[in-house]
């Protein structure tokens, strides 16, 4: 299994150009998510998403789109991009069933930078 | 204020060393607590995880949560070079995760 993967690796855009984060997850799991991570400043969730068809807003959803129409597939697009969505932008997915832990794998990372 | 609050660090350390990692948080309603290690340039990894209150130990490592103080801990005895990394705690909130800003941690040979 390669597990959660996301391509490009890295990333500088133009301001005001867009472009999708793709990520793919081959665990079969039903939820994903896109964070975003700022240094010294956690892990901060942008959307998720609960099974194909279904996204919800994190806590900064704003400049950024996600749609899920399949289980594996999960990207993000970034519109007119600003200096302030320069970052380091991770995927992950868990299996949640009827209870217990919620652990969630994450794929390696997108470093972007908004020049 | 924050719902997980957690020192950045970053804590340095010699080889040998017990570590000791600490989060507080605010809400009550938190079930799982979660520990994440982050290598430089990685994405983060689960490490343990503690389902209320108690301790839970993996090897080295040792998980405590007090949910009367809402203060959870990470101790890591025995510290190795291999430790250095940021270790992220993290709780439960319906479908999603709360993270703390995670604590850098230098383990020096």
């Known amino acids: 299994n390669a597990g959660v993967t996301q391509t490009p690796k890295f990333r500088i855009l133009k301001i005001g150009q867009s472009m999708t984060l793709q990520c793919a997850q081959d665990?079969?799991?039903?939820?994903m998510y896109w964070y975003r991570q700022d240094p010294g400043m956690g892990l901060k969730l942008i959307y998720y998403?609960?099974?194909?068809?279904?996204?919800d807003k994190g806590e900064v959803p704003n400049g950024y789109n996600v749609s899920r129409s399949t289980t594996e597939y999960f990207p993000l697009r970034l519109e007119l991009a600003a200096p302030s969505q320069t970052s380091v932008y991770f995927c992950a997915s868990s299996y949640s069933g009827t209870g217990g832990v919620n652990e969630q794998f994450f794929g390696p990372g997108t470093r972007l930078t908004v020049l | 204020q924050k719902e997980v609050e957690q020192d950045p660090g970053p804590l340095s350390v010699p080889e040998g060393a017990i570590v000791s990692l600490n989060c507080t948080y605010s809400n009550s309603a938190f079930q799982y607590f979660m520990w994440y290690r982050q290598y430089s340039r990685k994405g983060p990894e689960l490490l343990m995880y503690?389902?209320?209150?108690g301790n839970k130990e993996d090897g080295r490592f040792t998980a405590q949560v007090d949910k009367s103080s809402k203060y959870i801990s990470l101790f890591i005895r025995d510290s190795q070079p291999s430790d250095s990394a940021t270790y992220l705690c993290a709780m439960d909130s319906s479908y999603k995760l709360i993270f703390g800003s995670g604590t850098r941690l230098l383990v020096r040979p």
């Open positions: 503690t389902y209320s209150s």
């Open positions: 665990m079969n799991h039903n939820y």
């Open positions: 998403s609960v099974g194909a068809g279904i996204t």
